[in-house]
């Protein structure tokens, strides 16, 4: 099944000009949506934050046996430069 046509927009030829089209469509956007959604607000997470995530993981790993020496010494490296960028 086909959608209604608006015939409100539509000239008695049936053509419409490219700026009542507009202006229908910005209405039809109006009526439907108001002045519109709000971008959600995401938090970035701070680089320090970041590094000391990221280093919990990889000790987690490490713990769990999977790359053990080269996890925890990245988890190091990580940790120190998370104190240096505090």
């Not at 490296?77 to 240096?84: I, S, T, Y």
């Amino acid at each position: 099944m086909r959608p209604a046509i608006d015939h409100g927009i539509l000239s008695p030829s049936g053509n419409v000009s490219k700026r009542a089209e507009r202006a229908a469509k910005e209405r039809m956007r109006q009526e439907l949506f108001g002045d519109g959604l709000e971008y959600p607000s995401c938090p970035q997470e701070s680089r320090r934050d970041s590094l000391l995530r990221r280093a919990k993981e990889l000790r987690e790993l490490a713990a769990r046996g999977m790359s053990p020496r080269k996890y925890a010494r990245e988890a190091e490296r990580l940790e120190q430069e998370a104190e240096n960028a505090a």
